[in-house]
């Protein structure tokens, strides 16, 4: 079964951020077949979407972490983390 993670970022972006999705799966060590990010500014993409594209991708399990950037701009998971599917 393939497993995908829609990797949810919280909280304020640094200035000097961008969605380098190969970077951030280096950095966070993530183990999946597809990775989706998703940030909670307004107007961006959302969850709903993240799951609708790797469900269209073939992906069965599917888990949304949720993760933040620390005083030091280091993105870090919560530990919190949902099932969505699979």
């Not at 999946?32 to 107007?43: C, K, R, T």
């Not at 790797?54 to 992906?59: F, M, V």
């Amino acid at each position: 079964m393939k497993l995908g993670i829609i990797l949810y970022i919280v909280g304020d972006l640094p200035d000097d951020w961008n969605e380098d999705v190969a970077n951030i799966i280096k950095q966070l060590g993530i183990q999946a077949d597809a990775v989706e990010i998703v940030v909670s500014s307004p107007g961006s993409y959302d969850i709903h979407d993240a799951w609708w594209r790797l469900s269209t991708r073939g992906i069965h399990k599917i888990m949304c972490k949720l993760a933040l950037f620390d005083e030091m701009d280091n993105l870090i998971f919560t530990g919190k983390e949902l099932r969505l599917s699979g």
